[in-house]
T-cell receptor
Framework: AQSVTQLGSHVSVSEGALVLLRCNYSSSVPPYLFWYVQYPNQGLQLLLKYTTGATLVKGINGFEAEFKKSETSFHLTKPSAHMSDAAEYFCAVTPSGGYQKVTFGTGTKLQVIP | DAGVTQSPTHLIKTRGQQVTLRCSPKSGHDTVSWYQQALGQGPQFIFQYYEEEERQRGNFPDRFSGHQFPNYSSELNVNALLLGDSALYLC?????????????FGPGTRLTVT
């Protein structure tokens, strides 16, 4: 079974400040990990994913995340927040190996203060 | 290349009614998954269809049923609607590449039950 915990349902940062959104996972098998972004009244857009290989993953819009197996974490970061980053972010996990359901966290709403 | 499409965009139904939502997967994809996203929550897995059969199911009652057609498109049916069924329903498709666990999400159908 898999589960995802996102710490902090709301995070506020100033424009230009570091963005850090936390995600911890639980999985009985090696996981694939994802971060999705959702803008108001829209579907989900994939930011980045970790499957195998390099543990530091770079995604779109300047976001990156690092898979840390020992800490069961996959935190999302961005060096400098833009106003356009204001959205809700979901961490998700699926067992590796294809054709598996995705288990999502409860989401973190990011507010960017000008 | 069209991505995942869903119809309708919005829908308003009355308690006790039945509803059908539709999804066309991304070109080349053969697997369709459905998720329910209640307000303020992360998406919850309903079920997944592959080769016109339900392959996996989440913790949803039998009022939720689905179908997949030979062209891989899919329908989600919900009977005896409850107020609690009000949510954004997301469809996601994935392809035959067993090493790629990315699911591509559609924009969703917003269902309101009154």
């Amino acid at each position: 079974a898999q589960s995802v915990t996102q710490l902090g349902s709301h995070v506020s940062v100033s424009e230009g400040a570091l963005v850090l959104l936390r995600c911890n996972y639980s999985s009985s098998v090696p996981p694939y990990l994802f971060w999705y972004v959702q803008y108001p009244n829209q579907g989900l857009q994939l930011l980045l994913k970790y499957t195998t290989g390099a543990t530091l993953v770079k995604g779109i819009n300047g976001f990156e995340a690092e898979f840390k197996k020992s800490e069961t974490s996959f935190h999302l970061t961005k060096p400098s927040a833009h106003m356009s980053d204001a959205a809700e972010y979901f961490c998700a996990v699926t067992p590796s190996g294809g054709y598996q359901k995705v288990t999502f966290g409860t989401g973190t709403k990011l507010q960017v203060i000008p | 290349d069209a991505g995942v499409t869903q119809s309708p965009t919005h829908l308003i139904k009355t308690r006790g009614q039945q509803v059908t939502l539709r999804c066309s997967p991304k070109s080349g994809h053969d697997t369709v998954s459905w998720y329910q996203q209640a307000l303020g929550q992360g998406p919850q897995f309903i079920f997944q269809y592959y080769e016109e059969e339900e392959r996996q199911r989440g913790n949803f009652p039998d009022r939720f049923s689905g179908h997949q057609f030979p062209n891989y498109s899919s329908e989600l049916n919900v009977n005896a609607l409850l107020l609690g069924d009000s949510a954004l329903y997301l469809c996601a498709s994935s392809g035959p590449d067993r090493e790629d666990d990315e699911q591509y999400f559609g924009p969703g159908t917003r269902l309101t039950v009154t």
